[in-house]
């Protein structure tokens, strides 16, 4: 059974400061990792997709990948209160296009 | 304007009742899925298209059932074997073959079954 773990939350950041969110996975297959933002009673919104070892960046966002410790994670720099949402982590093999998903991580931006 | 959409938002039955929820796409997406979220837990799984007339199970795809009749359709019928069908329901689709399956999803149905 693929599983997918994330910090438990809920996660409280001033306005202005870094949230860190982080996520772990169990199948060493995994080839495909993204970050979801859901707004409460909303859809998840896909922001970040990473595929390769390393950081990828954009806007206040960073991923950041590591294979080999089967983790991810997600900065959000100068974090605003519109960043306050339940953040998910979604992992894909590679032989099917089935995600697993994380259960979120709540995170308030307070001003 | 691309995307998905999803009707009714709302959806409000008696237990015993049959209800399709619709999923509809214009994003030219091969993939096509349906998710359910409970409170406080992640999405699950419930049935996945790659193709037209194809479809698989997914992790929870008892008391469900779909059909894959045109591309831009997939759509959703919760049957009252479903023991708890009261949940949000989500569809999402995806270019199928590009090897990175990023999934774009729909506003999502909320069912109440009583």
């Known amino acids: 059974q693929k599983e997918v773990e994330q910090n438990s939350g809920p996660l409280s950041v001033p306005e202005g400061a870094i949230a860190s969110l982080n996520c772990t996975y169990s199948?060493?297959?995994?080839?495909?990792f993204f970050w979801y933002r859901q707004y409460s009673g909303k859809s998840p919104e896909l922001i970040m997709s990473?595929?390769?070892?390393g950081d990828k960046e954009d806007g206040r966002f960073t991923a950041q990948l590591n294979k080999a410790s089967q983790y991810v994670s997600l900065l959000i720099r100068d974090s605003q209160p519109s960043d306050s949402a339940t953040y998910l982590c979604?992992?894909?093999?590679?032989?099917?296009?089935?995600?697993?998903f994380g259960k979120g991580t709540l995170l308030t931006v307070n001003p | 304007d691309g995307g998905i959409t999803q009707s009714p938002k709302y959806l409000f039955r008696k237990e015993g009742q049959n209800v399709t929820l619709s999923c509809e796409q214009n994003?030219?997406?091969?993939?096509m899925y349906w998710y359910r979220q409970d409170p406080g837990q992640g999405l699950r799984l419930i049935y996945y298209?790659?193709?037209?007339?194809?479809?698989q199970k997914g992790d929870i795809a008892e008391g469900y059932s779909v059909s894959r009749e045109k591309k831009e359709s997939f759509p959703l019928t919760v049957t009252s074997a479903q023991k708890n069908p009261t949940a949000f329901y989500l569809c999402?689709?995806?270019?199928?073959?590009?090897?990175?399956?990023?999934?774009?999803f729909g506003p999502g149905t909320r069912l109440t079954v009583t």
């Open positions: 999402a689709s995806s270019i199928a073959g590009q090897g990175f399956y990023e999934q774009y």
């Open positions: 199948d060493r297959g995994s080839q495909s």
């Open positions: 990473i595929y390769s070892n």
């Open positions: 979604a992992v894909s093999g590679g032989s099917n296009y089935k995600l697993t």
């Open positions: 994003l030219n997406h091969d993939a």
């Open positions: 298209s790659q193709i037209v007339n194809d479809f």
